[in-house]
């Protein structure tokens, strides 16, 4: 499977990700064995990039995976609703993919870069909410003058 950038990050990664919540406690509810079989297919096949979330309690079949694949590249959300919630949610999750797996640096760069776009995206949101009003106001400007012309 080709590889493309991801981002800036400098990652290679496969275009199609895999996302673990169907087999998540929330869905399938499959065994972590048989989520880390299922992951080791798809990177058999050329994925290299799996997705899942704090919430969706998936860390362990990723775990089992990254074991014999460190090279998989692992991406994850929070649901925190503030930076420290962030970033203890981060910790965990590294900690978790971490502890048995001895996950090397690309996997750590990927949670790394996660994080980094998550500060990001903090940033941006507020830019987006001015420019957003910005727009709103300028409209209304221009709608009273569109009222004021039709008047005469």
């Known amino acids: 499977m080709k590889r493309v950038r991801l981002g800036r990050s400098g990652l290679m990664v496969s275009p199609l990700a895999i996302g673990t919540l169907t087999m998540s406690p929330l869905q399938k509810n ?15 096949k050329g994925v290299n990039l799996f997705d899942t979330a704090q919430y ?7 775990r089992l995976a990254l074991k014999q694949r460190p090279d998989l590249l692992v991406s994850t959300k929070s649901y925190a609703y503030d930076r ?5 949610a981060f910790e965990e999750a590294r900690k978790a993919l971490e502890s048995a797996a001895g996950i090397g640096t ?9 994080r980094e776009q998550n500060r990001q995206e903090r940033e941006v949101r ?11 106001r300028f409209d209304l400007r221009q709608e009273k003058r569109r009222e004021k012309h039709r008047g005469h």
């Not at 420290?84 to 203890?88: M, N, P």
């Not at 996997?107 to 996660?114: I, K, P």
């Not at 507020?126 to 709103?136: D, F, G, L, S, T």
């Open 56 to 62: 969706y309690d998936t860390y362990e079949p990723l």
């Open 84 to 88: 420290a919630g962030a970033e203890a």
């Open 126 to 136: 507020p830019r987006r909410q001015r420019e957003a009003e910005e727009k709103r």
């Open 106 to 114: 690309r996997a750590q760069q990927a949670l790394q870069l996660q």
């Open 30 to 44: 499959l065994p972590p064995e048989r989520g880390a079989e299922i992951l080791l297919y798809a990177a058999e």
